[in-house]
Each structure stands twice: as C-alpha cells, then as structure tokens.
C-alpha cells in the first residue's frame, strides 16, 4: 500500500503538478495578449481548438493527455497569428509555445525557474542564439 501511495505521490510531484502550472501559465499568458488588444478594435484573441498534450513524462507515468488551448490572434477577423503549445518537458526551459504569423515562426520559451515564468523569445532558425530584443507586441503586430 506504501507503494502504492509513493507512486502516486511521485506523479503527482513530476507529472500533475507541473502540467496545472503549465495551463495555468499558458491561461495567463493568454491573458496579457488580451490585454495588449483590448484598446486595439481590429483585434481579437480566440481559443477556438486544442493542442494534445502527451509527453514522455505523461507516458511513463502512464496518465492520460491533456487538452491545451491554441490562441488565435485575429485581424478584422482574419488570423494573423497563432500561439500554439509546443511542449513543457523541453530541456533548457520551463516550457515553449510556438509562435506562427506572416513575419516567420518564433519560439516562445519560459526560461524562469520552474513556477516563475519569464518569457523569451528565439527565432526558430536561431534557437541557440541569444533571445530577441523584440518585444512580442512590436514582432507580432
């Protein structure tokens, strides 16, 4: 039975825990974006579909998947923009978002100790480089 409890203690530590930070990070990222429009008419941000969380952690705790939510960054209603989850377990961060517009696609990575984001941007074709000086807004709009 002890085992049984460490087990369940263990992924809750390595699994649960940091994927709730992670939607929630995500969730508050969201958030800012919305903000940074809300003046802005021609703008919109949607979470219309979801992204399919299942990572190596996921599987060798065998729990289920979860379901992420994809920001699309409307202009008079056309998407111009789509932020979309590209994993949590990425070594060197504390998880990346992937960045999709007409300007060419970026990485969004958390490069903060875990559950203290700070968000920095790298170019996909530059990712070893050092993070843009470009504020998202400034790129993205």
């Known amino acids: 039975m002890a085992e049984i409890d460490e087990k369940m203690e263990s992924q809750y530590k ?7 930070d992670w939607k929630k990070r995500i969730s508050n990222l969201h958030t800012v974006i919305k903000e940074w429009l809300k003046d802005e008419r021609l703008y919109a941000v949607k979470t219309t ?9 996921m599987h060798r705790f065998d729990t289920e998947p979860e379901n992420l939510p994809i920001a699309d960054i409307l202009k008079d209603g056309k998407q111009i923009v ?11 961060t ?22 203290q984001p ?21 790129y993205l709009f």
């Open 94 to 115: 504390n998880g990346c978002l992937k960045i999709l517009s007409y300007k060419g696609p970026l990485i969004l990575a958390d490069m903060s100790v875990p559950f």
């Open 49 to 57: 579909s979801m992204y399919r969380m299942y990572e190596e952690p």
């Open 82 to 92: 789509i932020i979309k989850p590209f994993g949590l377990w990425v070594i060197g």
């Open 118 to 138: 700070r968000w920095e941007i790298f170019s996909v074709k530059n990712r070893k480089g050092t993070p843009s000086s470009l504020t998202l807004p400034k």
């Open 14 to 20: 390595e699994v649960h825990k940091p994927i709730g």
